[in-house]
């Protein structure tokens, strides 16, 4: 199992040559968000899209 810092440094490398600053900490964001949103998958932190849906409705009020 790669550490943070490997996994971010694999990350940064497969960027182009010429990716600005701000397209490398988009993509590193990116990574962390999905790894964060499968961590709470696994731990069953979830909830439906009907809930998703509900909640949504309730801040567009």
Do not use: Y
């Amino acid at each position: 199992m790669p550490t943070a810092k490997e996994e971010l440094t694999r990350l940064i490398q497969e960027q182009p040559e010429d990716s600005s600053h701000e397209e490398i900490v988009r993509e590193l964001a990116f990574h962390v968000m999905v790894e964060r949103g499968l961590t709470d998958s696994d731990a069953k932190r979830v909830i439906s899209n009907e809930e998703m849906a509900r909640r949504i409705r309730a801040w567009q009020r």
